[in-house]
């Protein structure tokens, strides 16, 4: 054999093997190799075809990466019409549908059905000839599309030449299918996070973005979007094909092509039960779909069936409740959270999404105003995904009159009238108030909670009274309140007041670390505060402090250091720490007594996730402490151990994923001996 000929031989190799992988990475999910050797199969390939242009065929991997631009989209026939289906909007319009086919075919009672989700997406068409990619086009008008070959080329997980497995069916000579050309919802939402990081437009939804790509005349600005789809139908072509849709999609499976995740009934009961639950699962799906297709499984009948105008009556759409509408933007209002954060919200003209009258929806921060242009007045663009609170996409540009202003946040708190602050770097606004009204039920609310001052018997719903009856106007009077102040409350007998002022006395004695937390600090949780009270006696010496200082003690940052000399500077604040003194709630002490300076966990950082048999989840944490340990929220590569319980959450899967090592309970108490 010549070198001439091994040469081709080896490309030929080379081609099957990065189809193959391809398939395995794209479709599969499932690949053999790593990307790097990917990389160098790729690499190899290219190179024999620099050398050897005339070798060049259009199913070769090099040609996915986008030819040369377009002037424009030429039309395509397509062999049999690409048609749309009618629409269900709920079970009573699906056994409509069933109960109208029916009357027509008798054959229907006994039918068997396909239920697939209907992807979001945008429909394509494309043409095999001897089992190699010849032409794609999108739907268009059902009799005539748009040729974008080209384009569809770069989508990795459409096969260039079937099968893509060699020990699959062969290829027909002829072959025309379709599917649904989209973008996985992690695909989208991380090129917008490149586009947006790079200064450039994001866009709005998935779909649009991926219909866009897959119509731009630069294929290789379509070969740079993370495209994929899924085929589900056989259009026409030359062969013996496969009589059920069932069949059908595990034939197209055969071949090498990416199909939707289709489930087989066995009657139309048991289709109206699939369907429903995928409207409650559809979020599980990494793509979005508007709904699902039930389909009569037997292809024979379906054609039988006929059409209702241009709707084939052997199937129907069922879409589910909107997620994503337009509606008019009245007014942007801001609440002011428990830590003070400014959180703006839309005041909508009501509309209904996703089976629920929306009137408000959420509007991020003040950044995400500004860089969407979103105006009071402006038509925009609501969606609401799964349980979630509906949020605001962006404006619809083209519905504006010319009378929307861009919108100013607001200088000073809603509530309170304070100067609201941002830190550099940080996104959000806050008010440092701690007596600002909107925060206060909160505020007190976090002031007793059990990680802070654990005032037993004082729950929200007492707060509220307190606050309501203005006996309390900071977290500091609930250390004045007297017996005669409670028995004035609905609800109050002397039992309940005196346990509930001896609660609050007894929080008098919690340590420096509770009383730290129970500020509400920004970004002062209870490793932080315990930080905090082994480097500081008191409060005084606390607000006395820099933002140098505090940086000096590990795990502070610049910005929590100056969260915390912002609100030491507050006078409102000041004036609460004065009334704390007063009432003698001033623990001192560097450090809780009991705790191991130089024990057997010193230097050690810990995390607990699930539930432990023998702790409670602040035993634990005391355990770890009193050993000279730290517990912390989060695991991290400075994670020195994670210990786990009875059902772990996804901490447990990141101790795994960067290698910190994990250990049970009884392992725990073996590393004190």
Not at 215 to 241: H, K, M, N
Request: aromatic share 6%.
């Amino acid at each position: 054999m010549s070198a001439e000929n091994e040469l081709q031989n080896r490309l030929a190799d080379l081609r099957q093997q990065i189809h193959e992988h391809n398939y395995r990475y794209h479709v599969l999910d499932d690949p053999l190799i790593s990307d790097v050797e990917f990389d160098r199969l790729l690499v190899e390939l290219r190179q024999i075809e620099v050398e050897h242009p005339e070798w060049v065929t259009p199913d070769s991997p090099s040609q996915r990466a986008g030819a040369q631009m377009l002037d424009k989209f030429t039309k395509v026939q397509h062999p049999a019409p690409i048609l749309s289906l009618a629409n269900a909007f709920g079970t009573p319009d699906l056994r409509a549908w069933y109960e109208r086919v029916v009357r027509l075919d008798d054959r229907v009672e006994r039918a068997q059905f396909v239920v697939e989700p209907k992807i979001d997406g945008l429909s394509v068409v494309l043409h095999y000839r001897e089992g190699m990619f010849v032409q794609g086009a999108t739907r268009g008008n059902g009799e005539v599309g748009e040729e974008i070959t080209a384009n569809l080329r770069t989508v990795r997980s459409l096969p260039l030449r079937i099968p893509t497995n060699p020990d699959g069916p062969a290829a027909p000579p002829y072959l025309v299918v379709r599917g649904e050309a989209f973008m996985n919802i992690g695909d989208f939402e991380r090129l917008n996070q490149k586009l947006e990081a790079a200064g450039q437009k994001t866009y709005l939804n998935p779909r649009n973005t991926a219909a866009g790509s897959l119509r731009q005349l630069d294929p290789s600005l379509t070969a740079s979007r993370p495209l994929t789809l899924l085929i589900y139908q056989i259009v026409a072509g030359e062969g013996d094909f496969p009589a059920t849709q069932w069949g059908t999609l595990e034939y197209l499976r055969g071949l090498g092509f990416p199909t939707p995740p289709a489930e087989f009934c066995t009657d139309l009961d048991e289709a109206v039960q699939v369907v429903e639950s995928w409207e409650q699962r559809r979020h599980d799906l990494p793509y979005e779909a508007d709904g699902v297709v039930i389909k009569i499984n037997d292809l024979v009948l379906q054609a039988d069936l006929g059409f209702a105008g241009k709707d084939p009556r052997g199937a129907i759409a069922y879409k589910f409740p909107a997620q994503e509408v337009t509606t008019i933007l009245h007014e942007i209002r801001v609440n002011v959270g428990r830590t003070g954060r400014l959180t703006p919200y839309a005041v909508l003209e009501p509309v209904l999404i996703g089976g629920v009258v929306v009137k408000q929806a959420t509007l991020h921060n003040f950044d995400y105003i500004r860089d969407k242009d979103i105006r009071p007045g402006d038509r925009v663009r609501l969606k609401r995904a799964g349980e979630v609170i509906p949020y605001v996409i962006g404006p619809v540009e083209a519905a504006r009159t010319g009378a929307e202003l861009p919108y100013e946040p607001p200088l000073n708190c809603p509530e309170c009238g304070e100067l609201v602050e941002n830190l550099p770097g940080e996104v959000d606004w806050f008010c440092v108030n701690a007596s600002c009204p909107e925060q206060l039920v909160r505020n007190v609310e976090h002031f007793v909670s059990r990680g802070a001052m654990d005032i037993v018997g004082l729950g929200i719903k007492i707060v509220e009274q307190l606050i309501a009856a203005e006996m309390v106007r900071d977290v500091a009077d609930l250390y004045t309140l007297k017996r005669e102040d409670l028995l004035a409350l609905e609800g109050f007998a002397e039992k309940k007041a005196d346990n509930l002022l001896e609660s609050i006395e007894a929080s008098k004695a919690r340590p420096l670390s509770r009383l730290i937390t129970a500020l509400g600090i920004r970004g002062v949780g209870e490793v932080v505060a315990a930080d905090l009270a082994r480097a500081y006696p008191d409060l005084d010496a606390l607000a006395a402090t820099s933002i140098v200082a505090l940086q000096g003690i590990e795990g502070i940052g610049p910005n929590i250091a100056a969260a915390i000399v912002d609100w030491f500077s507050h006078e409102r604040n000041r004036l609460v720490l004065e009334k704390l003194k007063r009432a003698v709630v001033w623990p001192t002490g560097v450090v809780q007594a009991a705790v191991q300076v130089g024990g057997p966990f010193a230097g050690k950082t810990f995390v607990v996730t699930g539930t432990l048999a023998g702790f409670t989840r602040d035993g634990v944490k005391e355990f770890i402490e009193q050993h000279g340990g730290k517990v912390t929220g989060s695991v991290s590569k400075n994670t020195h151990y994670v210990v786990v319980g009875e059902n772990p959450g996804s901490k447990l899967e990141k101790a795994r994923q960067l290698g910190v090592p994990v250990i049970g309970e009884e392992e725990l108490r073996r590393l004190v001996l």
